[in-house]
Structures are given as structure tokens and as C-alpha cells.
T-cell receptor, first 112, second 117 residues
């Protein structure tokens, strides 16, 4: 089955810096890669996703890149703000299954 | 107010007791899921269902059971056979997309925290 590795497990940055979280996946058939943000005590929410027919997607300060050959994808957050502090989960899914396999999460702390 | 509702938010159970967590959605989603969240372990899939009266095991189904008698409801029972039941449980729902991309956005409930005493 699919295995998703996520790094780093914790990340501390200063406000205004950029943050990058990386994930690798094992199943070459996977074609959908979402990112979820979970603030403390709240439910996970989708912040951005990418499908295998594109290599990059941006939405304001966040972007995701996908390298299908290397089977890895990354989340980039620019100009970080304290409200970006949360746990971020990457996930992968292939078209033969209707489920997501999640990485173990990255706790991002943005200090003012 | 559309969404997905889990109850109870907190639950305490004695060892050897079964407990059922409720999950209801009014989003008209076909698919529903149960995940378990432990610190440092991410979200692990317990069971999922794509249609009424049908469900499939996820990665960690042992010691759990589910039912899907109605489209809106997907309760999870944590049985006494589950060795480490203390955890945070998240229910989610999604549409089922056609074509080559099966998975839609997951909408999560607020979670139920189960503690076994």
C-alpha cells in the first residue's frame, strides 16, 4: 500500500521567513496530493492540493510543488505569520482507492 | 448550518467496555471515513464507506466496528478488543469524484477524545 513520509516533524521560523515541508510517497499510481492544516484544538482543513497533471500550484502565500519522477511534493509558505502556526499534514491518493494516506504531520511554529 | 457533527466531544470508558462514537453529516456526501489521531502518528484510517450498507476496513480496523444504515450517519464502535483505545477520533466525509481522480476534499468533524480509565 501507499506510504507517505513527511519531514521535518517540527519547524520553527521567525515571522516573515519562509517555511518548507517535504513529503515523499511510495505508490507511483498516486495522483492526488492535498495538504491539510490543523490549528490547535481544531479540525483539519484543506489548504491546497495538487493533481499529478501539474507540477506547481499557488494560492497567495502558499504553494505546492510536485515531482512525479522523484515521488515527492512540498508545501511552501512565504512571509509566514503567527497565525500560520499549526500542524500540517500531507497526503496522497491513487485513482484505484478512494482514501487518503496521510503523513505524520509537521508542527510549524512561527514566532513574532 | 451544513457540516459534520461528532459526539460526544469527550468520553471516558472503563477497560472492557464497548463505546460508540456518533458521526452525522448533512452535506449529502456519499463517502464517510473514520480516522484515529495519536501524537506523532498522523491520521490513520480505521474504516470508510462509499455507499449505504457497505464499508471497508482501513489500515487499523482491528478492534473497531462500523455501520452505514443511513447516508448521513456513520457510527464507530470501539470494542473491548481494541488494545490501545485512548486516542482522538476524527470523522470525515467527502464527495466521490468521477474520472481519474477519485478523492475529493475531506470535511472533518471536530473530533471525539476517548480516554480509557
Amino acid at each position: 500500500g501507499e506510504n507517505v513520509e513527511q519531514h521535518p516533524s517540527t519547524l520553527s521560523v521567525q515571522e516573515g521567513d519562509s517555511a518548507v515541508i517535504k513529503c515523499t510517497y511510495s505508490d507511483s499510481a498516486s495522483n492526488y496530493f492535498p495538504w491539510y492544516k490543523q490549528e490547535l484544538g481544531k479540525r483539519p482543513q484543506l489548504i491546497i492540493d495538487i493533481r499529478s497533471n501539474v507540477g506547481e500550484k499557488k494560492d497567495q502565500r502558499i504553494a505546492v510543488t510536485l515531482n512525479k519522477t522523484a515521488k515527492h511534493f512540498s508545501l511552501h509558505i512565504t512571509e509566514t505569520q503567527p497565525e500560520d502556526s499549526a500542524v500540517y499534514f500531507c497526503a496522497a491518493s491513487n485513482p484505484l482507492k478512494s482514501t487518503l494516506t496521510f503523513g505524520k504531520g509537521t508542527m510549524l511554529l512561527v514566532s513574532p | 448550518d451544513g457540516g459534520i457533527t461528532q459526539s460526544p466531544k469527550y468520553l471516558f470508558r472503563k477497560e472492557g467496555q464497548n463505546v460508540t462514537l456518533s458521526c452525522e453529516q448533512n452535506l449529502n456526501h456519499d463517502a464517510m471515513y473514520w480516522y484515529r489521531q495519536d501524537p506523532g502518528q498522523g491520521l490513520r484510517l480505521i474504516y470508510y464507506s462509499q455507499i449505504v450498507n457497505d464499508f471497508q476496513k482501513g489500515d487499523i480496523a482491528e478492534g473497531y466496528s462500523v455501520s452505514r444504515e443511513k447516508k448521513e450517519s456513520f457510527p464507530l464502535t470501539v470494542t473491548s478488543a481494541q488494545k490501545n483505545p485512548t486516542a482522538f477520533y476524527l470523522c470525515a466525509s467527502s464527495i466521490i469524484q468521477g474520472g481519474s481522480f477519485n478523492t475529493g476534499e475531506l470535511f472533518f468533524g471536530e473530533g471525539s477524545r476517548l480516554t480509557v480509565l
